[in-house]
């Protein structure tokens, strides 16, 4: 799958795609099933810790993407991708990186203004960037409930694009692919 002659992401790039790729790919989930009616209270309390704080992980990271992104510009595509392409391509990746960045700070602001634990934070003794408000925490929680459906749209659409590079072997999942090496 790895091409020599393709021009590829940097390692820090493809590193921080797959990490951020797993974690996305379990908060959702995680986000989902501690919702669920009936759980047991340790499952529940065990789950809610792992997404909020998993959130707060993915909020940095994808912020250190996005200056790393700016600094270090993608590699430039096959001749054979048509240009119309690259541009779905390109403003999908743009709306990935804003939702997640809105599902983030929506879901740390409904915590926060809550008045709830963000446990990674406190132990650091990190304060709430936020005051506390029910009516805020209300809203976030609105806007971190509906954001998740544009997020996984989008998700399966750029899942779908790359299995389809994967499997047409255009040299375009190679640019990403290994998450490690050279
Ligand atoms: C990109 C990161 C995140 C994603 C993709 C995500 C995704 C989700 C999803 C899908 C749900 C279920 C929503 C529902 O069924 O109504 C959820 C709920 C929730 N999330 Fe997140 N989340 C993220 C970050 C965070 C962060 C950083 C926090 C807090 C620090 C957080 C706190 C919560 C809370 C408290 C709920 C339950 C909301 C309620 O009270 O109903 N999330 N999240």
């Known amino acids: 799958m790895s091409r020599p002659d393709i021009p590829r992401y940097t390692a820090v790039t493809r590193s921080l795609h797959w990490f951020v790729a797993l974690m996305v790919l379990a908060t959702i989930p995680i986000g989902v099933i501690m919702l669920q009616e009936g759980l047991a209270r340790p499952t529940q309390d065990l789950l809610f810790i792992l997404h909020k704080n998993g ?47 809105v ?21 650091l003794s990190l304060p709430p960037l936020v005051p506390r408000s029910e009516a805020l925490a ?33 040299g375009v999942f190679a640019r990403i692919w290994p998450p490690v090496g050279r």
């Open 55 to 101: 959130g707060v992980i993915i909020l940095l990271l994808v912020l250190v993407r996005i200056v790393w992104r700016m600094r270090s510009p993608a590699p430039a595509l096959p001749s054979t991708i048509p240009p119309w392409q690259a541009r779905i391509a390109h403003g999908v990746q743009v709306a990935l990186y804003a939702l997640l960045l």
């Open 103 to 123: 599902m983030a700070i929506s879901g740390y602001v409904r915590v926060r203004a809550g008045g709830f634990p963000v446990e990674m934070l406190d132990a």
């Open 138 to 170: 209300e809203t976030a929680q609105q806007i971190h409930a509906t954001a998740r459906y544009p997020l996984v749209a989008l998700i399966l659409l750029h899942v779908g694009a790359g299995v389809k590079h994967l499997l047409a072997r255009d």
